[in-house]
Nanobody, 129 residues
């Protein structure tokens, strides 16, 4: 069973940066996809970005493309989400999740939080002046 722990959230001013980390234990993530999703108060959870740890393929939601970068560290069983040019609308609880997807469904499953079985507890990101 995969255990996931997020870290790196906090309060940042608009235009600032944060780096989130998702550390996994219990399994090796080499064959998994790891996704970051976020949920703002009163809104549904939305997929933000994901990465395939087997081949490094990445995917981003339009709302974060060009500002967020997802990366893997297979040796440390960790995935990072580097966030730049943060906006107030990026404020949310950010969750990482892991699942094994067939290559053919990787990109579509990235944006469907319900497709992921293993989740972390979340980390709060607040963008405010």
């Amino acid at each position: 069973q995969v255990q996931l722990v997020e870290s790196g959230g906090g309060l940042v001013q608009p235009g600032g940066s944060l780096r989130l980390s998702c550390a996994a234990s219990g399994v090796t993530l080499d064959y998994y996809a790891v996704g970051w999703s976020r949920q703002a108060p009163g809104k549904e959870r939305e997929g933000v970005s994901c990465i395939s740890l087997s081949d490094g393929d990445t995917n981003y939601a339009d709302s974060v493309k060009g500002r967020f970068t997802i990366s893997r560290d297979n040796a440390k069983n960790t995935v990072h989400l580097q966030m730049h040019s943060l906006k107030p609308e990026d404020t949310a609880i950010y969750y990482c999740a892991a699942e094994i997807f067939p290559k053919a469904t990787f990109r579509s499953s990235c944006y469907r939080p319900a497709d992921f079985a293993s989740w972390g507890q979340g980390t709060q990101v607040t963008v405010s002046s």
